[in-house]
């Protein structure tokens, strides 16, 4: 039978809507809602390939999980014996050293039921604060500067305002890539508007940013100079709203005086621009009708994050550029249900219904909602300090649940400590394969998307439902119930009141966490799933009552302080937390790649995700490449203070010379190392506790590894040869794996490596682990005086997969053999001559898999945008590849009229 669900996507925090197809107990297709508000029907690369990451078993946890010992082997369980063997440790470790002992780190992708009992569950039960989610890493500068700022939490802005804006600053945020859907209808209001502006700061030459009507291409972490002297112009240009800072704020004039020592030719040379370029920026900003900016994690993962986003507001509040349509600080949250999270109060420094700990008042209300007493006033640990009091034994037991804390965290050889020391680890998951997984002592099975219902919040406060397509696989169960499960039996043993966790149903969750905001800033005391299914999503607040939600908060320049005023704050620039030397000369930029998401444990299922960007790289300018050598290929050492890992180099001028980038995606899953956050800096905001994650001093150097493999299978099941393939990863120096679609529909694995030489019984293990078969199927090929070795493997006169070690030419050429699934003619022993064939050139459109050199052929005859969408089809599906093919006509002369 068919169905199809009403739900949202997973991925970041746009809050898409999708609609599900299923049958047969199995996820179909996907097409987006035409009535969700949030996107109209749009969905990007990623969604639109959502079903393809649920749809192998492969890689799920189906079963729980026990480990009666470090260092043996995880058996299955049954439920009963997990959550049994759960709740009895974490009770344990409470009467033994206290409730402070035990901490739970969560995640932006649970949903807001599911963090609720998860919340409920600590604070309410446990008496601890120790809850702690990765959304510390994304979102609590951005939260913490509108709450000093505004009074609370929660952006003034909507997406309508994305339309409106006739100026809009994007700030820390590669929207084109990070949040493509909104990017789309920014890109049509701009063409609808050709007078509205862009000002993109970035310290990289994006796409986004080759797009933009002036782009400052700042120092990394010197965003709060730049805001300030953008301040010192407008105020010195009278372009500010007088009477408005008068009547509605507080704490100007000793902003003022701050702001006299940001004078544009100063604080442009710190950011290393052109004073002309700050003080159009700033005239643009504040003369225009409507100001919007729309900032993200460049802002927000810095040591003075919190500082970021209160330079910003700054801006907006003397300029009047909020409470009115397309205007307004506009934080873009990361993930699907931070949001949420941060609602149903699921971080170390707030309460339920953003409450605060340390507010006597509050903690009373809560103890009264709750029917309990003693709430602890005590902050728990946020993300960093939380492993840090894992690595020490302060922490006994930790439970994490949907995150990834070994790829995600900065400095992540710590994590990695933290997690072998400690004397008891959960891990609630869905997908076996992730970093973490290995220092489970429990480990239990969660449903993922498509198979669970609740609500999400997306980033214009609106709330959403989510719901189940299929039943889950295996024996996984949706988080709520997981933790309601163990709850009640912590329960059982440390209390004798009646029970906290009645909850039979998310539906039940949600009506206490609806009762908890009731005369709160975030009041939802008008919805329930029946208007949410009846009227669509909708936004917050929405109290009793209420005929819909609030579009714009502060319209009337009244803010949740306690006078009503909003706050300026003076905020002096601050250097990043680690500077470059002599030893770490360069500038490390982190950040987000198209068509991969987070750690890849969804997205990097799906082969043609892998398209655009097959391996991770690090990006360097020409001339510091030119300097070392190096080119553009080359794999480099890239260390800093704390850790070092090899990459591929990518050579480019995107990136100011002192600067390197690396993507955040690439974890052990896919490389020998644990990916870029080997090398990232815990240094913490001192106001949100957000780690820098976007930068570090590092050297870099090139990697004299000239043993060199490529290998491949096709056929089979691509996932379970990555797992099998995972662990020899990481007994080289340098290794990668991917997957890749063939022309037949089905998937093939690829491997690179690179040291200074392999042992022939690691080249036999890494053989077995592809499958590749031993017999007249198997054609060898070994010159012992140069070292090399090939293997191919032969199927039904196809090639079905091959070893190249020692030297890889040819690999070009078989691995699209193995691409194009077609039969070999001619004798065998040739396919070791067929190697002309040059690498298959840059994948740019991943819905028709369209190649920049089909492309810029196309304009070179004079395409314009509009024929490449009706003749090639790039662009046509979701148009996430637009702003990259625009960027393509700067590159081919004939395109000069377009």
Same mark, same amino acid.
């Given at each position: 039978?068919?169905?199809?669900?009403?739900?949202?996507?997973?991925?970041?925090?746009?809050?898409?809507?999708?609609?599900?197809?299923?049958?047969?107990?199995?996820?179909?297709?996907?097409?987006?809602?035409?009535?969700?508000?949030?996107?109209?029907?749009?969905?990007?690369?990623?969604?639109?390939?959502?079903?393809?990451?649920?749809?192998?078993?492969?890689?799920?946890?189906?079963?729980?999980?026990?480990?009666?010992?470090?260092?043996?082997?995880?058996?299955?369980?049954?439920?009963?014996?997990?959550?049994?063997?759960?709740?009895?440790?974490?009770?344990?470790?409470?009467?033994?050293?206290?409730?402070?002992?035990?901490?739970?780190?969560?995640?932006?992708?649970?949903?807001?039921?599911?963090?609720?009992?998860?919340?409920?569950?600590?604070?309410?039960?446990?008496?601890?604060?120790?809850?702690?989610?990765?959304?510390?890493?994304?979102?609590?500068?951005?939260?913490?500067?509108?709450?000093?700022?505004?009074?609370?939490?929660?952006?003034?802005?909507?997406?309508?305002?994305?339309?409106?804006?006739?100026?809009?600053?994007?700030?820390?945020?590669?929207?084109?890539?990070?949040?493509?859907?909104?990017?789309?209808?920014?890109?049509?209001?701009?063409?609808?508007?050709?007078?509205?502006?862009?000002?993109?700061?970035?310290?990289?030459?994006?796409?986004?940013?080759?797009?933009?009507?002036?782009?400052?291409?700042?120092?990394?972490?010197?965003?709060?100079?730049?805001?300030?002297?953008?301040?010192?112009?407008?105020?010195?240009?009278?372009?500010?709203?007088?009477?408005?800072?008068?009547?509605?704020?507080?704490?100007?004039?000793?902003?003022?005086?701050?702001?006299?020592?940001?004078?544009?030719?100063?604080?442009?040379?710190?950011?290393?621009?052109?004073?002309?370029?700050?003080?159009?920026?700033?005239?643009?900003?504040?003369?225009?009708?409507?100001?919007?900016?729309?900032?993200?994690?460049?802002?927000?993962?810095?040591?003075?994050?919190?500082?970021?986003?209160?330079?910003?507001?700054?801006?907006?509040?003397?300029?009047?550029?909020?409470?009115?349509?397309?205007?307004?600080?506009?934080?873009?949250?990361?993930?699907?249900?931070?949001?949420?999270?941060?609602?149903?109060?699921?971080?170390?420094?707030?309460?339920?219904?953003?409450?605060?700990?340390?507010?006597?008042?509050?903690?009373?209300?809560?103890?009264?909602?709750?029917?309990?007493?003693?709430?602890?006033?005590?902050?728990?640990?946020?993300?960093?300090?939380?492993?840090?009091?894992?690595?020490?034994?302060?922490?006994?037991?930790?439970?994490?649940?949907?995150?990834?804390?070994?790829?995600?965290?900065?400095?992540?050889?710590?994590?990695?400590?933290?997690?072998?020391?400690?004397?008891?680890?959960?891990?609630?998951?869905?997908?076996?394969?992730?970093?973490?997984?290995?220092?489970?002592?429990?480990?239990?099975?969660?449903?993922?998307?498509?198979?669970?219902?609740?609500?999400?919040?997306?980033?214009?406060?609106?709330?959403?439902?989510?719901?189940?397509?299929?039943?889950?696989?295996?024996?996984?169960?949706?988080?709520?119930?997981?933790?309601?499960?163990?709850?009640?039996?912590?329960?059982?043993?440390?209390?004798?009141?009646?029970?906290?966790?009645?909850?039979?149903?998310?539906?039940?969750?949600?009506?206490?966490?609806?009762?908890?905001?009731?005369?709160?800033?975030?009041?939802?005391?008008?919805?329930?799933?029946?208007?949410?299914?009846?009227?669509?999503?909708?936004?917050?607040?929405?109290?009793?009552?209420?005929?819909?939600?609030?579009?714009?908060?502060?319209?009337?320049?009244?803010?949740?302080?306690?006078?009503?005023?909003?706050?300026?704050?003076?905020?002096?620039?601050?250097?990043?937390?680690?500077?470059?030397?002599?030893?770490?000369?360069?500038?490390?930029?982190?950040?987000?790649?198209?068509?991969?998401?987070?750690?890849?444990?969804?997205?990097?299922?799906?082969?043609?995700?892998? &398209?655009?960007?097959?391996?991770? @790289?690090?990006?360097?300018? %020409?001339?510091? /490449? !030119? #300097? *070392? $050598?190096?080119?553009?290929?080359?794999?480099?050492?890239?260390?800093?203070?704390?850790?070092?890992?090899?990459?591929?180099?990518?050579?480019?001028?995107?990136?100011?010379?002192?600067?390197?980038?690396?993507?955040?995606?690439?974890?052990?899953?896919?490389?020998?190392?644990?990916?870029?956050?080997?090398?990232?800096?815990?240094?913490?905001?001192?106001?949100?506790?957000?780690?820098?994650?976007?930068?570090? &001093?590092?050297?870099?150097?090139? @990697?004299?590894?000239?043993? %060199?493999?490529? /290998? !491949? #299978? *096709? $056929?089979?099941?691509?996932?379970?040869?990555?797992?099998?393939?995972?662990?020899?990863?990481?007994?080289?120096?340098?290794?990668?794996?991917?997957?890749?679609?063939?022309?037949?529909?089905?998937?093939?694995?690829?491997?690179?490596?690179?040291?200074?030489?392999?042992?022939?019984?690691?080249?036999?293990?890494?053989?077995?682990?592809?499958?590749?078969?031993?017999?007249?199927?198997?054609?060898?090929?070994?010159?012992?005086?140069?070292?090399?070795?090939?293997?191919?493997?032969?199927?039904?006169?196809?090639?079905? $997969?091959?070893?190249?070690?020692?030297?890889?030419?040819?690999?070009?050429?078989?691995?699209?053999?193995?691409?194009?699934?077609?039969?070999?003619?001619?004798?065998?022993?040739?396919?070791?001559?067929?190697?002309?064939?040059?690498?298959?050139?840059?994948?740019?459109?991943?819905?028709?898999?369209?190649?920049?050199?089909?492309?810029?052929?196309?304009?070179?005859?004079?395409?314009?945008?509009?024929?490449?969408?009706?003749?090639?089809?790039?662009?046509?599906?979701?148009?996430?590849?637009?702003?990259?093919?625009?960027?393509?006509?700067?590159?081919?002369?004939?395109?000069?009229?377009?």
């Amino acid at each position: 039978m068919k169905t199809v669900t009403r739900s949202t996507c997973c991925y970041c925090g746009v809050g898409c809507g999708v609609l599900v197809e299923a049958e047969d107990g199995r996820i179909t297709g996907i097409a987006g809602d035409p009535d969700h508000p949030a996107n109209f029907g749009r969905l990007c690369t990623k969604g639109r390939s959502l079903p393809l990451t649920v749809q192998s078993m492969t890689g799920r946890v189906l079963h729980p999980e026990i480990r009666t010992a470090r260092g043996a082997k995880r058996e299955a369980a049954d439920w009963t014996s997990a959550l049994d063997l759960v709740a009895q440790r974490f009770a344990q470790v409470i009467e033994q050293h206290g409730p402070d002992a035990v901490a739970f780190y969560i995640s932006g992708q649970l949903l807001t039921e599911d963090y609720y009992v998860f919340n409920k569950l600590a604070k309410g039960l446990v008496k601890t604060n120790n809850i702690d989610t990765n959304s510390r890493l994304c979102m609590s500068s951005a939260v913490t500067g509108y709450k000093k700022a505004f009074g609370a939490d929660g952006p003034p802005t909507c997406y309508e305002d994305l339309e409106l804006a006739q100026t809009v600053l994007f700030a820390g945020s590669n929207m084109a890539y990070a949040h493509p859907v909104l990017f789309r209808r920014l890109e049509e209001a701009k063409a609808a508007n050709p007078d509205v502006r862009w000002i993109v700061v970035d310290p990289r030459r994006t796409d986004m940013a080759a797009m933009a009507d002036l782009h400052l291409a700042i120092q990394p972490g010197t965003d709060v100079a730049l805001f300030n002297g953008m301040l010192h112009h407008l105020i010195w240009e009278g372009l500010l709203d007088r009477a408005y800072i008068d009547a509605h704020t507080v704490g100007f004039d000793a902003l003022k005086a701050l702001v006299r020592e940001y004078p544009p030719r100063v604080a442009a040379d710190i950011c290393g621009i052109e004073e002309h370029a700050l003080m159009q920026a700033a005239e643009w900003f504040g003369a225009s009708p409507a100001a919007l900016s729309l900032y993200c994690m460049g802002l927000n993962q810095s040591s003075h994050g919190t500082d970021k986003n209160l330079a910003l507001i700054n801006l907006h509040l003397a300029a009047r550029q909020l409470g009115k349509p397309g205007a307004g600080p506009f934080s873009l949250t990361g993930q699907p249900n931070a949001m949420g999270g941060r609602e149903v109060g699921g971080m170390a420094t707030m309460l339920a219904a953003h409450r605060d700990i340390g507010n006597a008042e509050h903690r009373a209300e809560l103890e009264a909602l709750w029917g309990v007493s003693g709430l602890s006033d005590r902050p728990g640990l946020p993300a960093v300090e939380m492993f840090e009091a894992v690595r020490n034994g302060k922490i006994k037991a930790v439970w994490i649940a949907c995150t990834n804390p070994v790829h995600s965290m900065p400095d992540i050889a710590r994590v990695r400590e933290a997690l072998a020391r400690a004397e008891f680890v959960v891990v609630q998951e869905a997908f076996a394969q992730t970093d973490t997984v290995p220092y489970a002592d429990v480990l239990l099975p969660a449903a993922s998307w498509g198979e669970k219902s609740g609500t999400v919040t997306n980033s214009e406060r609106r709330i959403s439902r989510v719901q189940a397509a299929v039943d889950a696989p295996g024996e996984a169960k949706p988080d709520w119930w997981i933790v309601n499960e163990v709850a009640r039996r912590i329960e059982a043993r440390l209390s004798s009141m009646s029970t906290l966790f009645p909850f039979d149903s998310p539906q039940a969750v949600f009506d206490e966490h609806r009762a908890l905001t009731v005369g709160r800033d975030l009041d939802i005391g008008g919805l329930s799933y029946a208007t949410l299914e009846a009227q669509g999503p909708q936004q917050w607040p929405f109290a009793a009552g209420a005929a819909h939600g609030q579009a714009r908060r502060y319209a009337d320049g009244t803010f949740a302080t306690g006078d009503g005023r909003a706050r300026f704050h003076a905020t002096p620039y601050l250097p990043v937390a680690e500077s470059v030397d002599a030893r770490y000369p360069f500038r490390l930029v982190t950040g987000r790649l198209r068509d991969q998401w987070h750690g890849m444990s969804r997205t990097g299922r799906v082969g043609a995700l892998f &398209a655009h960007a097959p391996e991770p @790289a690090l990006t360097m300018h %020409r001339t510091d /490449a !030119a #300097r *070392r $050598g190096l080119k553009d290929g080359d794999l480099v050492t890239v260390a800093s203070r704390r850790g070092a890992l090899v990459l591929p180099l990518q050579v480019s001028d995107d990136v100011a010379s002192g600067t390197v980038f690396a993507p955040m995606h690439w974890n052990g899953q896919f490389l020998n190392s644990g990916g870029i956050n080997e090398t990232t800096v815990p240094a913490v905001d001192p106001h949100s506790a957000q780690p820098e994650l976007k930068h570090a &001093a590092v050297r870099v150097q090139a @990697a004299d590894l000239p043993w %060199r493999l490529v /290998a !491949a #299978r *096709r $056929g089979g099941d691509a996932l379970a040869l990555q797992a099998a393939v995972q662990p020899l990863l990481r007994e080289r120096r340098y290794a990668s794996v991917r997957i890749e679609p063939d022309a037949d529909g089905n998937e093939m694995l690829i491997v690179s490596a690179a040291d200074l030489r392999a042992p022939a019984e690691w080249l036999n293990r890494l053989h077995d682990a592809l499958g590749l078969p031993h017999g007249e199927d198997l054609l060898e090929y070994r010159d012992a005086r140069r070292g090399h070795e090939k293997r191919v493997a032969w199927r039904d006169n196809m090639i079905d $997969g091959f070893m190249l070690a020692g030297g890889t030419n040819g690999a070009a050429a078989l691995i699209d053999r193995l691409r194009e699934a077609a039969p070999w003619s001619g004798p065998r022993h040739a396919v070791f001559v067929d190697g002309k064939r040059p690498p298959r050139d840059k994948v740019i459109c991943n819905c028709k898999q369209v190649t920049q050199s089909q492309i810029t052929a196309k304009i070179a005859e004079g395409a314009d945008l509009a024929e490449l969408k009706s003749t090639l089809g790039c662009g046509s599906v979701c148009g996430s590849c637009v702003p990259e093919i625009r960027r393509l006509y700067e590159s081919v002369p004939a395109a000069a009229a377009h």
